[in-house]
C-alpha cells in the first residue's frame, strides 16, 4: 500500500517535471507547417465556427499608445469577419524588447515552433525568416483572382512596395510582406525658442501668421544651435525657463540631439554622395556586402563630429538618454531629430512644437537628397501555421491595409498611410489641412513636414546580416560621439566586429 | 623460561586484541591458536559480508524500482537542464560551424578553440576576470571577516546591525542597480561626483555611454560593487562559524592577557578557516564568472561602445551566444561560445584544485 502511494506520488511528480520541461516547447497548431495550398473563402466559412474560431496569433512590439490604437481595429475585423459568417479569433501579443526583440523571440521560438501566425517585422528580420524557412510567401494571396482575396498592390506607395519584393532561398523574388506601419524622420523644434532666432536670420517665411522653416540645411542648423548656445549662455530672451546646469562631466550641453545613430550615419553619407548610383553604395550593397568604409562617409562625418566639438550638436548618447525627446521636454535641448511616429512625446505644453524635414547638405540642383524611410511590414510564418489560418492571418492583413484603415491608423498614430489612394483621400487631405489651427493635432504637423522629404525616401537594402550592420553602425556612432574615437578607427573596429558574422566588408579607405 | 613467557606475554599484552586471551595464561601457543582463530573470523567475517551484501543486492533487485522512480524527478530536471547542456556545449564546441538555429552540425575541427584563443577580445576578458578576483576576493572575504568578528563583539542591538548587513542579500538585483547608478552616476549630481566636487574636483564618468570611462574607474565601480553584493552571504557564513568556536578558547586567552590581534590570528582565523576556504573557493568561482554585475553598471556593450573595456569572460561567452538569436548570421556562433566556456570551465577546475592543495595544510578541521 505504502509502495502503492509512493509509486503514485513519484509517477505525478514525473510527469510534473516532464511538464515544466516541455513547457516551453510552443503548442502546435493543426498541420503545422503543411504545404501551401490557397484556399476558398467557402473553405474559411466551413471550418470555423462561433465555438470553435480560427485562431490567428498576431505578434508585434507596439508600446501601449500604438497597440491602443490598433486593438479596435482587430476588434472590428473580427465583428466584421462574423458578421459574414467567418469565426477568426486574433491573439494579440504585443512583443517586449522592441522589433529586435521581436526577432529574437521568433528565431529563438524556430527550433521549437513557438512562433505566430502573423507578425510585424523590418525588411532584414524577414530576410532571417527567409534564411530559417518559416516565412511565407504572399505571392498567390496578393494575385488571387478572388476579389476577397486579392489585393491591388499598384496602390501601395511603389517605395514601400519594393521594399517587401525579397529573394527567397532559391533566388526567385517574392512578396515577403504587406507594407503596414511606415514612419520617417523630421525635425521637431521648439518654436517657442527657436522661431525668433529664425525670423532674425531669415530663415523660412511667414505663412498664416506662423513662421514655417522649410528646407533646412545643416550650415543653417548650426548657425541656429550657435545663436541659442549664445542665448543660453547669456541667459536672456526666453519666456520658458533654462533651468538646467551644463553637465561638468560631459563638459557641455547641445542644443540639437539627432536619435538614431545608425539612421544619422547613413543618411548623412547619402546625401554628401553626389549621386543616387553613389548614394546605393555608401554603406551597403544590395548584394550583401558592407561599404561604408569609404571617403564619402568620412567626410560626412568629419563635419559632424567638427560640428559636435563645438557644441553644436550631438546624438542623446552623449547625455546618457535614447532620445532627444525627453531633452525636449526637459528643456534641456531645442531641436531633436527622429522618427515621425515620436511626434507625440516630442510635444509638450511647455512650449509650442514646430516640425519640418530632415536637414540636407544642399538644396542645390546637382547634390542629392537623403530621408530615410523606416517602419515595419506584416508576414506571415509557415511553420506553426496551417492552410486555414494563414488565409485568416492574410484577411487580417488586408483588412488592416486597406484604405480606410491605414488612414484611421495613420491619423491616430503619426505613422504614415501605406496606400496612394489614403494618402489622396479626402479624410487624410482635411486631417492635413488643419494642422496649423488651434484644434490640428501634433501627429498631423508631423505627417505634413514629411511632404517635402517624400522624394528623397531611400531604404536600407535588406539582406541576411543587414540588422547586424546597423547595430554595428550605432556602436560606432556612439564611440565616436561620445568617446571621441577616431572615424575611421572606429570604421575599422565596427569592421572588424562584423567579419565575426562572416559579412563581406569592403575597405574604400585602404 | 618463564622469563620468555613472560615477555612474550608483555609484548602481546601490548595488543589490545589479544589482551583478554594473554590475560587467560599468556602461552605462544594460544597465541597461535588465536591467530588462527583470526584469520577463520576473518574470514567468517567476510563471507558474512558478502552474503549481506548479496541479501542487499536481492533487495536492490527487488526494490531497483522505487529508488528510480524516487531519483527520477531530479534525474529528469538534472538530465535537461544541467547534463544535456553541458555534453552538447561539449560536442557543438568541436563542430565550428554548428547552426544553433536549424540543429545542422557541419565538420568536426577545432576552429573555435583557436578562433577565442587567438581572440584580443577574450585575452582581455581573461585579464579583466583575473583582475575582478584579484582585487575582489580577498577583500571581499577580509571586509566581511572584520564586519563578523566586529558585529559578534557587539552586545547592544546585535540582531538589528545583522539585519542591516543581510539586507543586500535579499535585495533584488535591479534595485542594487538602481542604487548603484545613483551612486556612480556620470552626472554632477551622482553621490560620488558631488562629493568630489566639493572636494574641489572634477566629476569622472564613472557608468554611461557620454564619455569614455577611464579603466581604473570602472574597475573601482566593480570592485566596490561586488563587494557589496557578496558581503551578506559571507558574513552569514562566517557569523555562524564564529559563533561555534569553542569559548574556552577566548576565555584561555582571556586569563594569560593575550592581545586581542593575536586572538585573531592565533585563534578565530584558524578556527574558522574550514569557513574561510569555502568562502574563497565559491568567492573565486562566482568572480570568475562575473557578467551580471558589469552588465548591470555598464551596459550589454560591457564598457565603452565597441571596446568592451570591461568583458569578463562569461561576458565574452554571452557575447556570441546572444547573437545565436540575434540573426541567422550569428547561429553559427554557438560553437565559439562553447570553447569559450569549456577553457573557461578548464581554467577555474585547475585554480580550484591548486587552492584546494594550497590550503590542506593551512585549513584546520
Redesign the interface.
Given at each position: 500500500m505504502k509502495a502503492k502511494k509512493l509509486s503514485i506520488l513519484c509517477a505525478v511528480a514525473i510527469l510534473g517535471v516532464s511538464a515544466i520541461s516541455l513547457s516551453s516547447c510552443g503548442g502546435k497548431v493543426d498541420n503545422a507547417g503543411e504545404a501551401f495550398k490557397l484556399l476558398t473563402i467557402d473553405d474559411l466559412k466551413a471550418k470555423g465556427t462561433e465555438k470553435n474560431p480560427i485562431v490567428v496569433d498576431f505578434w508585434h512590439s507596439f508600446g501601449h499608445n500604438i497597440s491602443e490604437e490598433l486593438e479596435p481595429l482587430v476588434e472590428n475585423f473580427e465583428t466584421e469577419m462574423a458578421k459574414q459568417g467567418l469565426y477568426i479569433d486574433v491573439n494579440m501579443t504585443a512583443v517586449g524588447g522592441g522589433y529586435d526583440g521581436l526577432r529574437e523571440r521568433v528565431n529563438l521560438g524556430t527550433r521549437t515552433n513557438d512562433v505566430p501566425t502573423m507578425l510585424l517585422g523590418y525588411p532584414d528580420h524577414f530576410s532571417d525568416y527567409i534564411d530559417n524557412g518559416i516565412l511565407l510567401p504572399l505571392d498567390e494571396f496578393v494575385n488571387s483572382t478572388d476579389e476577397e482575396i486579392g489585393i491591388d498592390e499598384t496602390d501601395f506607395v511603389d517605395s514601400y512596395w519594393n521594399e517587401v519584393e525579397m529573394k527567397n532561398l532559391d533566388g526567385t523574388e517574392i512578396i515577403a510582406g504587406i507594407p503596414f506601419n511606415k514612419s520617417t524622420e523630421i525635425m521637431y523644434y521648439n518654436a517657442s525658442a527657436v522661431d525668433p532666432i529664425l525670423k532674425e536670420l531669415g530663415y523660412g517665411e511667414e505663412v498664416d501668421g506662423s513662421w514655417v522653416w522649410t528646407n533646412p540645411t545643416w550650415d543653417e542648423l548650426a548657425t541656429v544651435s550657435q545663436k541659442l548656445r549664445e542665448k543660453v549662455e547669456s541667459a536672456g530672451g526666453y519666456t520658458w525657463t533654462y533651468n538646467k546646469k551644463p553637465n561638468t562631466a560631459t563638459k557641455t550641453t547641445y542644443p540639437v540631439y539627432i536619435d538614431s545613430g545608425s539612421n544619422f550615419f547613413i543618411t548623412t553619407a547619402k546625401q554628401w554622395c553626389t549621386s543616387a548610383e553613389e548614394a546605393a553604395n555608401v554603406y551597403t550593397t544590395a548584394d550583401g556586402k558592407v561599404v561604408f568604409k569609404n571617403e564619402t562617409a568620412l567626410a560626412a562625418q568629419q563635419y559632424f563630429t567638427e560640428k559636435a566639438n563645438q557644441g553644436i550638436w550631438n546624438i542623446p548618447n552623449k547625455v546618457n538618454q535614447s532620445y532627444g525627446s525627453a531633452l525636449m521636454n526637459n528643456l534641456e535641448a531645442f531641436i531633436s531629430i527622429g522618427s515621425t511616429a515620436g511626434v507625440n512625446n516630442n510635444a509638450s505644453p511647455k512650449y509650442e512644437l514646430k516640425c519640418t524635414t530632415v536637414p540636407q547638405k544642399s538644396y542645390d540642383e546637382n547634390s542629392f537628397r537623403a530621408v530615410i524611410q523606416q517602419g515595419t511590414n506584416a508576414a506571415i510564418l509557415s511553420s506553426n501555421s496551417n492552410n486555414y489560418t494563414r488565409l485568416a492571418a492574410w484577411l487580417l492583413i488586408k483588412y488592416l491595409t486597406n484604405t480606410e484603415n491605414t488612414t484611421e491608423f495613420s491619423m491616430s498614430t503619426g505613422y504614415l498611410p501605406v496606400r496612394t489612394s489614403a494618402l489622396e483621400s479626402k479624410t487624410f487631405t482635411d486631417f492635413l489641412a488643419d494642422y496649423n489651427s488651434p484644434f490640428g493635432g501634433v501627429t498631423a504637423k508631423a505627417i505634413v513636414a514629411t511632404n517635402n522629404e517624400r522624394a528623397y525616401f531611400y531604404t536600407d537594402p535588406a539582406f541576411s546580416g543587414s540588422s547586424l550592420v546597423r547595430d554595428r553602425v550605432d556602436t560606432m556612432m556612439i564611440s565616436i560621439y561620445c568617446n571621441n574615437k577616431d572615424i575611421t578607427e572606429a570604421m575599422s573596429t565596427a569592421y572588424k566586429q562584423l567579419e565575426d558574422y562572416d559579412i563581406e566588408c569592403v575597405d574604400r579607405l585602404a | 623460561m618463564v622469563e620468555e613467557k613472560v615477555m612474550t606475554s608483555e609484548a602481546t599484552v601490548s595488543s589490545d586484541k589479544f589482551a583478554g586471551a594473554i590475560a587467560l595464561d599468556g602461552t605462544k601457543t594460544i597465541e597461535v591458536q588465536e591467530d588462527k582463530k583470526e584469520k577463520l573470523g576473518f574470514f567468517a567475517r567476510k563471507k558474512k559480508e558478502k552474503k549481506k551484501e548479496a541479501s542487499q543486492m536481492l533487495e536492490w533487485k527487488k526494490d531497483w524500482w522505487?529508488a528510480l522512480?524516487?531519483l527520477?524527478?531530479c534525474l529528469?530536471?538534472l538530465g535537461?537542464?544541467t547534463f544535456y547542456p553541458i555534453i552538447k556545449t561539449f560536442i557543438v564546441s568541436f563542430f565550428p560551424s554548428y547552426n544553433?538555429?536549424?540543429?545542422t552540425f557541419g565538420s568536426f575541427g577545432f576552429d573555435s578553440y583557436v578562433k577565442v584563443l587567438t581572440d584580443d577580445v577574450f585575452w582581455r576578458a581573461m585579464f579583466n576576470t583575473v583582475i575582478m578576483v584579484v582585487v575582489s576576493v580577498p577583500l571581499s572575504i577580509l571586509i566581511a571577516l572584520l564586519i563578523t568578528v566586529l558585529l559578534n563583539s557587539i552586545k547592544k542591538l546585535q540582531g538589528v546591525y545583522q539585519v542591516i548587513f543581510f539586507l543586500p542579500y535579499v535585495t533584488n538585483g535591479m534595485a542594487f542597480g538602481l542604487v548603484f547608478s545613483t551612486i556612480f552616476s556620470?552626472?554632477?549630481y551622482g553621490l560620488v561626483?558631488t562629493i568630489i566636487?566639493a572636494l574641489g574636483g572634477?566629476?569622472?564618468?564613472w557608468t554611461?555611454?557620454?564619455?569614455?570611462i577611464p579603466y581604473w574607474a570602472g574597475i573601482v565601480v566593480i570592485t566596490i560593487y561586488a563587494i557589496w553584493n557578496g558581503l551578506a552571504f559571507k558574513i552569514l557564513v562566517f557569523l555562524g562559524g564564529l559563533q561555534a568556536i569553542d569559548k574556552q578558547y577566548y576565555q584561555a586567552a582571556q586569563v594569560d592577557a593575550t592581545p586581542k590581534g593575536r586572538v585573531f590570528t592565533k585563534i578565530t582565523v584558524p578556527l574558522l578557516s574550514p569557513m574561510i576556504l569555502y568562502i574563497t573557493i565559491t568567492s573565486l568561482m562566482g568572480a570568475f564568472k562575473s557578467y551580471s554585475s558589469v552588465v548591470a553598471l555598464f551596459g550589454e556593450?560591457m564598457g565603452?561602445?565597441?571596446?568592451e573595456t570591461f568583458i569578463t569572460a562569461v561576458g565574452y561567452i554571452y557575447k556570441y551566444f546572444n547573437?545565436?538569436?540575434?540573426?541567422?548570421?550569428?547561429?553559427t556562433?554557438l560553437s565559439q561560445a562553447s570553447a569559450a566556456a569549456l577553457i573557461l570551465f578548464v581554467f577555474i577546475l585547475i585554480i580550484t584544485f591548486v587552492q584546494m592543495w594550497a590550503n590542506k595544510k593551512k585549513v584546520h578541521y
Amino acid at each position: 500500500m505504502k509502495a502503492k502511494k509512493l509509486s503514485i506520488l513519484c509517477a505525478v511528480a514525473i510527469l510534473g517535471v516532464s511538464a515544466i520541461s516541455l513547457s516551453s516547447c510552443g503548442g502546435k497548431v493543426d498541420n503545422a507547417g503543411e504545404a501551401f495550398k490557397l484556399l476558398t473563402i467557402d473553405d474559411l466559412k466551413a471550418k470555423g465556427t462561433e465555438k470553435n474560431p480560427i485562431v490567428v496569433d498576431f505578434w508585434h512590439s507596439f508600446g501601449h499608445n500604438i497597440s491602443e490604437e490598433l486593438e479596435p481595429l482587430v476588434e472590428n475585423f473580427e465583428t466584421e469577419m462574423a458578421k459574414q459568417g467567418l469565426y477568426i479569433d486574433v491573439n494579440m501579443t504585443a512583443v517586449g524588447g522592441g522589433y529586435d526583440g521581436l526577432r529574437e523571440r521568433v528565431n529563438l521560438g524556430t527550433r521549437t515552433n513557438d512562433v505566430p501566425t502573423m507578425l510585424l517585422g523590418y525588411p532584414d528580420h524577414f530576410s532571417d525568416y527567409i534564411d530559417n524557412g518559416i516565412l511565407l510567401p504572399l505571392d498567390e494571396f496578393v494575385n488571387s483572382t478572388d476579389e476577397e482575396i486579392g489585393i491591388d498592390e499598384t496602390d501601395f506607395v511603389d517605395s514601400y512596395w519594393n521594399e517587401v519584393e525579397m529573394k527567397n532561398l532559391d533566388g526567385t523574388e517574392i512578396i515577403a510582406g504587406i507594407p503596414f506601419n511606415k514612419s520617417t524622420e523630421i525635425m521637431y523644434y521648439n518654436a517657442s525658442a527657436v522661431d525668433p532666432i529664425l525670423k532674425e536670420l531669415g530663415y523660412g517665411e511667414e505663412v498664416d501668421g506662423s513662421w514655417v522653416w522649410t528646407n533646412p540645411t545643416w550650415d543653417e542648423l548650426a548657425t541656429v544651435s550657435q545663436k541659442l548656445r549664445e542665448k543660453v549662455e547669456s541667459a536672456g530672451g526666453y519666456t520658458w525657463t533654462y533651468n538646467k546646469k551644463p553637465n561638468t562631466a560631459t563638459k557641455t550641453t547641445y542644443p540639437v540631439y539627432i536619435d538614431s545613430g545608425s539612421n544619422f550615419f547613413i543618411t548623412t553619407a547619402k546625401q554628401w554622395c553626389t549621386s543616387a548610383e553613389e548614394a546605393a553604395n555608401v554603406y551597403t550593397t544590395a548584394d550583401g556586402k558592407v561599404v561604408f568604409k569609404n571617403e564619402t562617409a568620412l567626410a560626412a562625418q568629419q563635419y559632424f563630429t567638427e560640428k559636435a566639438n563645438q557644441g553644436i550638436w550631438n546624438i542623446p548618447n552623449k547625455v546618457n538618454q535614447s532620445y532627444g525627446s525627453a531633452l525636449m521636454n526637459n528643456l534641456e535641448a531645442f531641436i531633436s531629430i527622429g522618427s515621425t511616429a515620436g511626434v507625440n512625446n516630442n510635444a509638450s505644453p511647455k512650449y509650442e512644437l514646430k516640425c519640418t524635414t530632415v536637414p540636407q547638405k544642399s538644396y542645390d540642383e546637382n547634390s542629392f537628397r537623403a530621408v530615410i524611410q523606416q517602419g515595419t511590414n506584416a508576414a506571415i510564418l509557415s511553420s506553426n501555421s496551417n492552410n486555414y489560418t494563414r488565409l485568416a492571418a492574410w484577411l487580417l492583413i488586408k483588412y488592416l491595409t486597406n484604405t480606410e484603415n491605414t488612414t484611421e491608423f495613420s491619423m491616430s498614430t503619426g505613422y504614415l498611410p501605406v496606400r496612394t489612394s489614403a494618402l489622396e483621400s479626402k479624410t487624410f487631405t482635411d486631417f492635413l489641412a488643419d494642422y496649423n489651427s488651434p484644434f490640428g493635432g501634433v501627429t498631423a504637423k508631423a505627417i505634413v513636414a514629411t511632404n517635402n522629404e517624400r522624394a528623397y525616401f531611400y531604404t536600407d537594402p535588406a539582406f541576411s546580416g543587414s540588422s547586424l550592420v546597423r547595430d554595428r553602425v550605432d556602436t560606432m556612432m556612439i564611440s565616436i560621439y561620445c568617446n571621441n574615437k577616431d572615424i575611421t578607427e572606429a570604421m575599422s573596429t565596427a569592421y572588424k566586429q562584423l567579419e565575426d558574422y562572416d559579412i563581406e566588408c569592403v575597405d574604400r579607405l585602404a | 623460561m618463564v622469563e620468555e613467557k613472560v615477555m612474550t606475554s608483555e609484548a602481546t599484552v601490548s595488543s589490545d586484541k589479544f589482551a583478554g586471551a594473554i590475560a587467560l595464561d599468556g602461552t605462544k601457543t594460544i597465541e597461535v591458536q588465536e591467530d588462527k582463530k583470526e584469520k577463520l573470523g576473518f574470514f567468517a567475517r567476510k563471507k558474512k559480508e558478502k552474503k549481506k551484501e548479496a541479501s542487499q543486492m536481492l533487495e536492490w533487485k527487488k526494490d531497483w524500482w522505487k529508488a528510480l522512480l524516487c531519483l527520477a524527478p531530479c534525474l529528469i530536471i538534472l538530465g535537461i537542464f544541467t547534463f544535456y547542456p553541458i555534453i552538447k556545449t561539449f560536442i557543438v564546441s568541436f563542430f565550428p560551424s554548428y547552426n544553433y538555429l536549424r540543429d545542422t552540425f557541419g565538420s568536426f575541427g577545432f576552429d573555435s578553440y583557436v578562433k577565442v584563443l587567438t581572440d584580443d577580445v577574450f585575452w582581455r576578458a581573461m585579464f579583466n576576470t583575473v583582475i575582478m578576483v584579484v582585487v575582489s576576493v580577498p577583500l571581499s572575504i577580509l571586509i566581511a571577516l572584520l564586519i563578523t568578528v566586529l558585529l559578534n563583539s557587539i552586545k547592544k542591538l546585535q540582531g538589528v546591525y545583522q539585519v542591516i548587513f543581510f539586507l543586500p542579500y535579499v535585495t533584488n538585483g535591479m534595485a542594487f542597480g538602481l542604487v548603484f547608478s545613483t551612486i556612480f552616476s556620470p552626472m554632477d549630481y551622482g553621490l560620488v561626483n558631488t562629493i568630489i566636487n566639493a572636494l574641489g574636483g572634477s566629476s569622472v564618468a564613472w557608468t554611461g555611454t557620454a564619455e569614455m570611462i577611464p579603466y581604473w574607474a570602472g574597475i573601482v565601480v566593480i570592485t566596490i560593487y561586488a563587494i557589496w553584493n557578496g558581503l551578506a552571504f559571507k558574513i552569514l557564513v562566517f557569523l555562524g562559524g564564529l559563533q561555534a568556536i569553542d569559548k574556552q578558547y577566548y576565555q584561555a586567552a582571556q586569563v594569560d592577557a593575550t592581545p586581542k590581534g593575536r586572538v585573531f590570528t592565533k585563534i578565530t582565523v584558524p578556527l574558522l578557516s574550514p569557513m574561510i576556504l569555502y568562502i574563497t573557493i565559491t568567492s573565486l568561482m562566482g568572480a570568475f564568472k562575473s557578467y551580471s554585475s558589469v552588465v548591470a553598471l555598464f551596459g550589454e556593450d560591457m564598457g565603452n561602445a565597441q571596446d568592451e573595456t570591461f568583458i569578463t569572460a562569461v561576458g565574452y561567452i554571452y557575447k556570441y551566444f546572444n547573437q545565436v538569436t540575434t540573426s541567422s548570421r550569428g547561429a553559427t556562433l554557438l560553437s565559439q561560445a562553447s570553447a569559450a566556456a569549456l577553457i573557461l570551465f578548464v581554467f577555474i577546475l585547475i585554480i580550484t584544485f591548486v587552492q584546494m592543495w594550497a590550503n590542506k595544510k593551512k585549513v584546520h578541521y
